[in-house]
């Protein structure tokens, strides 16, 4: 796995957002061995640290062939940056493309002093019917 690079947080008295969009997610499903694309959405507020974006693309690029299921990829995005960066807290949401008429929105949170099972995101799929009714 690439390595996250951090630099120190030039603002660390003040709690503010960071929001880093990648609409070109790519990865691979480990049941079909197709491709899946999504977009990560990764929102923080940062303790020290924050995370360098060339570092995080890269990171981003390793899931390109890699058999992994929606929600487990936005959880261990969720933990790898958690990790590197040890926010005040931090949102991973993984929005999916359709497939098979299913579009999946999978969110991971954190918040810094709260347990891990608490902390724990959510995840929802949303079902879009065809205008004749057929799947």
Partial sequence: M????????????????????NPEFTSVCPKTGLPDFGTITVE?????LCVELKSLKYYYLDFRNKGIFYEDVTNQILDDLVNAVKPRSMKV???????????????????SGVEESESRGSMSYKLKAKADGSK
């Fill in 44 to 48: 923080y507020v940062p303790d020290k």
């Fill in 93 to 111: 949401t993984g929005e999916f493309s359709t497939r098979g008429g299913l579009h999946s929105i999978v969110t991971a949170t954190y918040e």
């Fill in 2 to 21: 690439i390595e996250l690079e951090v630099f120190d947080n030039p603002c660390p008295d003040r709690d503010y957002t960071i929001a880093h969009v």
